[in-house]
């Protein structure tokens, strides 16, 4: 008898779990995320569900032979840095029990059905988000993503090997995939505002993240008078107020989350400050009005400061508008709200590639989320997989 959502939610539960924040700490082909991922095959060997893995650790778990028109559903097990327990992980155990959900009511498919995981869907690691499922579907090559480095210096080949995963391309993990559903805790109010446990999304915000180098000239803090510097650290910070005024002013939003300074001494003006900007718009004119406001308003600030300035995209999403008419007919007849997310997802990748893709959300009391106290009750995510479960139904059962 496999494991129920609540015994699956409490397995999960230490896995890469901080005990100071209680957040989660669970980056790409590193241990805790790899303890995720066996977990994962051990979970679909448990259901009979036959395993077809990628070069990356992107994981399709079958229920019938992989096939044209099959269903896939899924979502990702690695986390921001001190992320939550739901983003992400919701998604897959719910496909999982959604399995198990239909079995109970006696259903089988007529069209292959897969529960999928993709890696490094956060990009946390190695700064390109949904670097599995851009790889997967060829959104991006390997010779590109090969050579990214993460924190420490570690190319993504080198990451790989140490996980056991030889990296090289392969499309073949999603040939046949005609349908795509991702189950997703919610990342905002807007269902609480509804009074609604469920919800379908319409689409997402076009997105991307900006790596600011500012570079100065390191000197002594006391003797250097405050006229004679270039001082880096002057122009970011200047830098992230334009920012959030920019984001504010239209109605987007713009972020500096991260933040590297050399050589972060406290009594040296740094010589190098690097600076994330993540920014989202409503439309890809209005992320490009966003992004070159900001930019242009560093780089005056920088010829004011006597610093330099280097701005290199690392991760650019496209707007995704899901299939309207399998958003509508999942959604209509059930009242679930539509709605649309500033968050990005795998979906909005697969959805880009061609697959007609629906994303179901799950109510988040707070709203909050990439924190340790992002939530959804237990009832609501009961009511997630039993949703998922007759979306499967429909989608992966005989045609009308
Ligand atoms: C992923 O969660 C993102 O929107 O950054
Ligand atoms: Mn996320
Ligand atoms: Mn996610």
Same mark, same amino acid.
């Given at each position: 008898?496999?494991?129920?959502?609540?015994?699956?939610?409490?397995?999960?539960?230490?896995?890469?779990?901080?005990?100071?924040?209680?957040?989660?700490?669970?980056?790409?082909?590193?241990?805790?995320?790899?303890?995720?991922?066996?977990?994962?095959?051990?979970?679909?060997?448990?259901?009979?569900?036959?395993?077809?893995?990628?070069?990356?650790?992107?994981?399709?778990?079958?229920?019938?032979?992989?096939?044209?028109? $099959?269903? %896939?559903? !899924? =979502?990702?097990?690695?986390?921001? *840095?001190? +992320?939550?327990?739901?983003?992400?992980? &919701?998604? /897959?155990?719910?496909?999982?029990?959604?399995?198990?959900?239909?079995?109970?009511?006696?259903?089988?498919?007529?069209?292959?059905?897969?529960?999928?995981?993709?890696?490094?869907?956060?990009?946390?690691?190695?700064?390109?988000?949904?670097?599995?499922?851009?790889?997967?579907?060829?959104?991006?090559?390997?010779?590109?993503?090969?050579?990214?480095?993460?924190?420490?210096?570690?190319?993504?080949?080198?990451?790989?090997?140490? $996980?056991? %995963?030889? !990296? =090289?391309?392969?499309?073949?993990? *999603?040939? +046949?995939?005609?349908?795509?559903?991702? &189950?997703? /805790?919610?990342?905002?109010?807007?269902?609480?505002?509804?009074?609604?446990?469920?919800?379908?999304?319409?689409?997402?915000?076009?997105?991307?993240?900006?790596?600011?180098?500012?570079?100065?000239?390191?000197?002594?803090?006391?003797?250097?008078?405050?006229?004679?510097?270039?001082?880096?650290?002057?122009?970011?910070?200047?830098?992230?107020?334009?920012?959030?005024?920019?984001?504010?002013?239209?109605?987007?939003?713009?972020?500096?989350?991260?933040?590297?300074?050399?050589?972060?001494?406290?009594?040296?003006?740094?010589?190098?400050?690097?600076?994330?900007?993540?920014?989202?718009?409503?439309?890809?004119?209005?992320?490009?009005?966003?992004?070159?406001?900001?930019?242009?308003?560093?780089?005056?600030?920088?010829?004011?400061?006597?610093?330099?300035?280097?701005?290199?995209?690392?991760?650019?999403?496209?707007?995704?508008?899901?299939?309207?008419?399998?958003?509508?007919?999942?959604?209509?007849?059930?009242?679930?709200?539509?709605?649309?997310?500033?968050?990005?997802?795998?979906?909005?990748?697969?959805?880009?590639?061609?697959?007609?893709?629906?994303?179901?959300?799950?109510?988040?009391?707070?709203?909050?989320?990439?924190?340790?106290?992002?939530?959804?009750?237990?009832?609501?995510?009961?009511?997630?997989?039993?949703?998922?479960?007759?979306?499967?139904?429909?989608?992966?059962?005989?045609?009308?």
């Amino acid at each position: 008898m496999p494991d129920a959502f609540e015994t699956m939610w409490s397995d999960l539960a230490p896995v890469g779990r901080s005990a100071s924040s209680g957040g989660y700490f669970r980056q790409p082909w590193l241990s805790a995320e790899r303890e995720l991922a066996a977990w994962f095959e051990e979970q679909c060997g448990a259901r009979g569900l036959s395993v077809s893995r990628d070069a990356v650790g992107n994981v399709v778990a079958w229920w019938g032979s992989p096939g044209p028109g $099959a269903v %896939l559903t !899924g =979502s990702h097990l690695d986390s921001v *840095l001190d +992320g939550g327990a739901y983003d992400g992980p &919701l998604g /897959v155990v719910s496909a999982l029990a959604a399995v198990d959900a239909l079995r109970e009511r006696g259903f089988t498919p007529s069209r292959p059905l897969g529960v999928s995981v993709f890696v490094e869907e956060e990009g946390s690691r190695f700064g390109l988000a949904c670097l599995g499922s851009r790889l997967a579907t060829g959104a991006v090559s390997w010779d590109t993503a090969r050579s990214l480095k993460d924190r420490s210096g570690v190319s993504l080949e080198d990451g790989l090997s140490s $996980a056991g %995963l030889s !990296g =090289s391309p392969d499309l073949a993990l *999603l040939e +046949g995939v005609g349908t795509f559903v991702e &189950l997703h /805790v919610e990342q905002g109010r807007d269902l609480v505002d509804r009074s609604a446990a469920v919800g379908v999304a319409s689409g997402i915000w076009p997105h991307g993240r900006y790596r600011y180098e500012f570079t100065g000239s390191a000197d002594h803090a006391g003797t250097t008078r405050m006229e004679d510097r270039a001082d880096p650290m002057l122009t970011y910070a200047m830098t992230a107020l334009a920012a959030n005024k920019q984001a504010r002013l239209a109605g987007e939003r713009a972020t500096f989350g991260r933040l590297e300074v050399t050589p972060n001494s406290t009594n040296s003006v740094p010589s190098r400050v690097t600076a994330w900007l993540d920014a989202r718009a409503s439309s890809a004119r209005a992320l490009e009005d966003l992004v070159g406001a900001i930019e242009r308003q560093a780089s005056e600030r920088s010829s004011r400061d006597g610093t330099s300035l280097v701005v290199t995209p690392e991760s650019v999403s496209g707007s995704v508008e899901f299939s309207p008419g399998l958003a509508a007919r999942l959604a209509g007849p059930r009242g679930w709200p539509v709605i649309p997310t500033a968050a990005g997802h795998d979906a909005g990748i697969l959805s880009a590639a061609g697959i007609p893709t629906a994303m179901l959300f799950v109510r988040n009391p707070t709203g909050v989320s990439h924190s340790p106290l992002e939530t959804a009750s237990m009832d609501d995510c009961l009511a997630g997989v039993s949703a998922l479960a007759d979306v499967l139904a429909e989608l992966a059962g005989d045609p009308a």
